[in-house]
């Protein structure tokens, strides 16, 4: 068996997801038989998935990120073969100009369209009910108090409704007519580029065959409709080098 080696998550790099971070007990070799949506991309053992167990990894694949549970396993089996889908909190791509920043997000939201963006800060003037949808009948996820101070990062084109963060975790969409821009801050009206939100969670996966094994972790992106892995990031030109056992 080959020497233990960390991988390197594009979770850890960019969130310091320390709880999902792990070291599988092989070193990768490649993406395996299912390289178009990488589910197994950070396992040895994964290149030797057949047909029916890359179907049945998928489909847990699938269903962890979902509606999975952060941190609940999600078991899948086929053959020799046995696995899991452990997955992280829900995050939101795609809203900033760094294309690698992510908002936490607690609860579902819809991200189904281009909003505009890098509307910069507001402060809300009444008690606010903030929905999971731009719309009188989305569903209320909560309530922001008057006065409390909010970064718009999206607004639906033509519709007057905002999705908000607050202290850097998006909470949903709040009506245009209760908020105001906070005191200070740049008066101009229009709003940055248009961009598409796009939804991620990290994972942790597990594999195992006649008595190896593999763990690693990775942060999967809902592209088109499919849950597809997030390539790792490069390592930067004067990071150190990884060490092995």
């Known amino acids: ?23 599988a007990t092989h070193e990768s070799a490649g993406f395996g038989a299912a390289a178009p949506l990488g589910y197994a991309s950070g396992s040895a053992l994964g ?8 179907a049945a990894l ?8 979902e509606t999975g549970v952060s941190g609940a396993p999600t078991a899948w089996s ?40 890098e509307l910069g800060l507001y402060a809300v003037t009444s008690t606010a009910n903030v929905r999971a949808g731009p719309s009188l009948k989305a569903r209320v996820l909560g309530q922001l108090g008057a006065g409390t101070a ?3 990062v999206g607004k639906t084109p033509r519709e007057p409704w905002m999705l908000v963060a607050v202290d850097g975790k998006l909470r949903g969409y709040v009506h245009q007519s209760l908020m ?13 580029p248009t961009r598409t939100p796009v939804l991620c ?5 597990r594999l195992a065959y006649r008595g190896e094994s593999d763990r690693w972790t990775g942060v999967s992106c809902k592209r088109d409709g499919r849950w ?14 990884m060490l092995s056992n």
């Open 78 to 117: 086929s053959g020799d073969y046995q696995g899991s889908v452990t997955p992280g909190g829900r995050l939101v791509a795609g809203l900033k100009p760094d294309d690698g920043a992510m908002l936490p997000v607690s609860a579902p939201i819809d991200l189904s369209f281009p909003l505009e963006t």
């Open 228 to 241: 597809r892995v997030e390539p790792a990031p490069a390592p930067a030109a004067n990071a150190p080098a």
């Open 1 to 23: 068996m080959m020497n233990a080696r960390c991988l390197l998550s594009r979770a850890a790099a960019l969130f310091a997801l320390a709880a999902l971070g792990a070291c």
């Open 201 to 205: 969670r990290p994972f942790e996966e």
């Open 58 to 65: 998928a489909r847990a694949f699938a269903a962890a990120m």
């Open 150 to 152: 909010v970064d718009v």
């Open 47 to 54: 290149a030797g998935l057949g047909p029916r167990e890359e």
């Open 180 to 192: 105001i821009r906070a005191p200070g801050a740049d008066l101009t009206l229009a709003g940055g």
